[in-house]
């Protein structure tokens, strides 16, 4: 009889967040079972405002008053407008532009 090899370890994901600062932004660092990471820092509000891929590709976000997301910018826009940018109603219905994506 063969003995069998052990069955292999699930996939692992870990997750990391880092409160040791004093100031803001905190941030979070999620790494994936491949070992990519996912960084997000978050502003006072504990709203997101930047994040970055596992690509290394970063994404910002702003918010309005009452924390919807106003818009998100990638950081390959060289321009001074955002990717994206989202706009709300007196009903709280949202809209989307995107002058890149016509």
């Known amino acids: 009889m063969r003995s069998q090899p052990p069955p292999a370890s699930p996939p692992t994901w870990q997750l990391g967040v ?12 999620v790494t994936d079972p491949l070992n990519h990471t996912v960084t997000t820092k978050f502003d006072k509000d504990s709203l997101p405002r930047q994040t ?10 702003n918010y309005t008053s009452n924390t919807n997301v106003a818009d ?14 989202l706009s709300y109603d007196t009903d709280n219905n949202m809209s989307v532009s995107c002058p890149d994506h016509v």
């Not at 409160?19 to 660092?29: A, K």
Request: net charge negative; aromatic share 6%.
């Open 18 to 29: 880092d409160q040791s600062s004093t100031t803001w932004p905190e941030q979070s660092v």
């Open 72 to 85: 998100f910018t990638l950081a390959t826009n060289t321009g001074t407008t955002p990717n994206t940018t």
């Open 52 to 61: 970055t891929d596992g690509h290394g590709v970063k994404t910002s976000t």
